[in-house]
């Protein structure tokens, strides 16, 4: 099996990406599915998050928006928000991983894959990437986004042109979708090989 971590800053258009690697027949793990059901309603983590966050959740999960507010502008405690979230995460990507060890490549979506370190548990690295000024646009076309959040969003993130340099390959978005789906049926091509020799 080879393991390719699909990443992109806020707004590049990863989820549109990977559901184009699921067309191909690519399984693919969504990181952030994930963690919307983590902390969705009656989700396995709305209690503890309760706990270090008061007030961020109510009947419908968590209050991502409250959330959000809470830990963007202060490091710590985005680190005790981390440090509830990742380890639920990585045991539904363990678990992902072992339901799939027949195929030959699979897809790893993971918006924080450089921020978490997880770079260097995959196999390759894919990176989804457009032009900053779409990016921009895309990402205040967001319900509840404002210029501001974006700006503060952007600065947690590994800048694209050092995601890019790091990546195995880059799959552009500021192109027609049909552009975008022949890169996606390239990797998946060119690694599916790979998988045989």
Do not use: W, Y
């Amino acid at each position: 099996m080879i393991t390719l971590g699909l990443t992109g800053s806020i707004g590049m258009g990863k989820s549109t990406v990977a559901r184009m690697f699921a067309d191909e027949g690519v399984p693919v793990f969504d990181a952030d599915a994930v963690v919307h059901r983590l902390q969705g309603p009656a989700g396995a983590l709305v209690d503890e998050i309760e706990a270090h966050f008061p007030g961020t959740t109510g009947e419908a999960g968590v209050n991502r928006g409250a959330l959000a507010e809470r830990v963007l502008t202060e490091p710590e405690a985005m680190r005790r928000l981390e440090g509830v979230i990742h380890p639920a995460v990585r045991e539904a990507r363990e678990a992902f991983l072992a339901a799939h060890a027949d195929a030959p490549l699979v897809l790893l979506d993971i918006p924080l894959l450089f921020e978490t370190g997880l770079a260097e548990a995959v196999d390759k690295v894919a990176v989804v990437s457009a032009d900053p000024e779409i990016q921009r646009l895309r990402t205040l076309a967001r319900p509840g986004m404002t210029p501001e959040k974006f700006l503060r969003i952007v600065s947690l993130q590994v800048p694209d042109s050092e995601k890019r340099a790091r990546a195995d390959f880059v799959i552009p978005t500021d192109c027609s979708m049909e552009e975008t789906r022949d890169s996606v049926r390239r990797i998946v091509a060119c690694l599916s090989g790979a998988g045989d020799s």
